[in-house]
């Protein structure tokens, strides 16, 4: 890893897509992945299934030097509490980008901007867990909100591992038509649609895509990147970011490395997908 780094010319990772939330949540997410075979054909048994301390002591030691707390409800009642939780992590946490999130539920515009008030920096929302539109009315001003301050929004809006009523590029292509400086991080870099959604970062500026899971052995079984859009990862260099998924990954944390560097588009594209491009948004100094 450190080769990796020394390499490249850069002082660490910035991981836009990791995941910390309350245990009695993780473990919840745990349960899904270990029942989630008869749906992907394939297990998923989860690497980094430590305590709290551990896993930040890992994802330290694998090179980040800045990296999220992805959550997310799937009911009405929860964001709010989420984000109060995730707020206190954050404070404790100073290598953590301040990470919040939200559900289409009356009161929602007032914890987002409280959320903001707060010092979050970054919002993930989950369209297939949470099975909402997000072109729900209700959550119209949360994303005027969030375009007018600037503040990206990982979206779990792909139709992997399984589609949802609201995943494909459609629903969020709508969101996007009426908030078009929204900044969205599209997770997983829209798998397995990955075409439409590099045609949406083509369209919206404010678009990027996150590498969390795609190009690794375990993904490319299930939906592989057609070699037709490498072209299009160049051109969009400058807007695709590192994602892992840690700690809920069926393989060791290098292997995202490993599978966007036998990519073979150059160390310069190497280099702004791992920390250039992460460290410009979040502006993290090193």
Known sequence: MKALLDRLGIPGL??????FMPQNVLDKVWAYFDAVGPLTGLEWPITYREEEDRRLALLRRFGAVAFTAMLYPHKPGMAAWLNSWAADFAARTPDCLHTATFFPEPGVD???RDALAAGAR???VHLQVGGFDPADTLLDAVWGTLADSGTPVV??????????AFTGPGPMGRVLARHPRLRVIVAHMGMPEYGEFLDLAQRYEGV????????????ERLAPFPERELKRL???GDRILLGSDFPNIPYPYVHQLHALERLGLGDDWLRAVMYENGAALFHVKR
């Open 14 to 19: 910035v991981d836009v897509h990791t995941h």
């Open 110 to 112: 007032g914890y987002v």
């Open 122 to 124: 970054v919002f993930k």
């Open 155 to 164: 979206v779990h809006c792909g139709s992997g591992p399984t589609p949802g």
């Open 208 to 219: 990027r895509l996150d590498t969390t899971m795609a190009f690794t052995d375990f993904s």
């Open 234 to 236: 160049v051109e969009l």
